[in-house]
């Protein structure tokens, strides 16, 4: 039987990419990066800042979105 999971990476990653919210990606090697997630996928996202960028989710330490977000809503 397939039970049905709450997926929080997902339901985070696309709240922001519809709301179009600017986002800080901080990568573990500290570098930050600015912009807006276009699309993203299980292994990676592209981030529309200063140029596209496909950036792969291990890469990621945090990723901090511009505007606080009711996570009530997201179920």
């Known amino acids: 039987m397939i039970k049905n999971q709450i997926n929080i990476q997902d339901q985070f990653l696309n709240r922001i990419r519809r ?3 600017h986002v800080v990606v901080e990568l573990i090697t500290g570098q930050k990066l600015e912009g807006v997630i ?4 299980n292994f990676c996202f592209v981030l529309r800042g200063d140029a596209d960028q ?5 890469a990621i330490s945090s990723i901090s979105p511009g505007k ?5 809503e997201m179920r």
């Open 19 to 21: 709301d179009r919210s």
């Open 38 to 41: 276009q699309s993203f996928d």
């Open 54 to 58: 496909l950036i792969y989710k291990h």
């Open 68 to 72: 606080r977000l009711d996570f009530s």
